[in-house]
Structure formats: structure tokens, C-alpha cells
């Protein structure tokens, strides 16, 4: 019975941390990394000021270099919906993530 307890304690319930838009500006003064992980045509129309690209396709198929596992990340999408995902695939490959709820749909700071 304690083995089964043990064995369900480690397997989780896959859960990070998700934050409302306005919050991004605080994690990255807390040095969080924000990852936007639309498509690299839609990095470049705008995306958060230092953000960096890893889209969502690319991370499906488990292409992870250029991230950092000492690294914390803010993953970020247009609307919410990929980083919701991106997060998850993140998460389960050991990397510190939290999840922004909105997207840049929402974002009202700056832009590169």
C-alpha cells in the first residue's frame, strides 16, 4: 500500500504556475526569460522587448536547444491557448515555466 502511495505521489498532476498578463514586467525584473512561442512570422510583426522565440511547433517535436534548463521562462502565445500547451510540454521536460494566461493580443507595454 505504501509503494502504491509513493508510486501516485511522484507520477503529479503536471501543474505549473499561470499568471495574468500583467504580471510578465515582474517576472522579468525577477529574471524570468519570457519565451514567445508563436510562430517565428509572428515573433517578428512584435513581440515583448527581450522575449526570445521557440514556437510551439518546434517544441511538439521536442527541440529544445537554445533553452537553458538553469533558466526560468515566461511562455507566452497571441492568445493563450498555445502557451497553455507549450508550458505543458515544458514543464513535463524539466524546465521552470509559468504560464501567462492571455496573450499578446492583451499585451500593452513595449515591443520589438
Known amino acids: 500500500m505504501a509503494l ?10 503536471g501543474e505549473y ?32 522587448t527581450g522575449a526570445e522565440n521557440k514556437p510551439l511547433s518546434t517544441l511538439r517535436e521536442q527541440e529544445f536547444s537554445g533553452l537553458s534548463e538553469d533558466q526560468q521562462y515566461v511562455v507566452i502565445c497571441q492568445s493563450g491557448n498555445r502557451s497553455k500547451e507549450a508550458s505543458a510540454i515544458l514543464h513535463e521536460a524539466g ?3 509559468v504560464n501567462v494566461s492571455e496573450g499578446m493580443s492583451s499585451w500593452e507595454g513595449d515591443v520589438e
Open 4 to 13: 502504491l502511495v509513493l508510486l501516485l505521489a511522484a507520477c503529479g498532476n
Open 95 to 97: 524546465y521552470d515555466i
Open 17 to 48: 504556475e499561470t499568471i495574468a498578463i500583467d504580471e510578465v514586467s515582474a517576472k522579468q525584473e525577477a529574471g524570468y526569460t519570457v519565451l514567445d512561442v508563436r510562430e517565428p512570422y509572428e515573433y517578428e510583426e512584435a513581440h515583448i
